[in-house]
């Protein structure tokens, strides 16, 4: 799956979608809860003989709420589980930002 597969598929959610960070403008101010922020950290590819075999790449997709939401919560994984994407998640409060962050780390080949 591609990098560009993977931001359509989160698009589906109907929720904002960003890579990193959304961009508030005058004009384009940040999205109200909840909206999806993902980023690539890092990959893990297989090698042998001075080549790389098989990319995969990390993907870390942040999912902000006002609430403990999980109608939203079970709508991601939901898409994640439909389309075969293994995952892991983690959950933090963001006192400065009064925001829920729900952390999913996903293994793309």
């Known amino acids: 799956m591609t990098l560009i597969e993977f931001k359509q598929l989160l698009d589906r959610t109907g ?7 959304f961009k508030a403008t005058e004009s384009t101010p940040a999205p109200s ?8 950290p890092s990959t893990s590819n297989f090698k042998a ?8 790449t990390y993907i870390t997709v942040e999912l902000y709420t006002n609430y403990k939401d999980l109608a939203a919560e079970q709508k991601l994984e939901s898409l994640f589980d439909e389309n075969n994407l293994a995952w892991e998640a983690d959950e933090v409060w963001i006192e400065s930002e009064q ?8 293994g793309v080949i």
């Open 15 to 21: 929720y904002p979608v960003a890579y990193f960070q």
């Open 33 to 40: 809860p909840p909206f999806i922020v993902y980023y690539t």
């Open 49 to 56: 003989d001075n080549k790389v075999y098989s990319k995969i």
């Open 99 to 106: 925001l829920f962050q729900r952390i999913y780390d996903i």
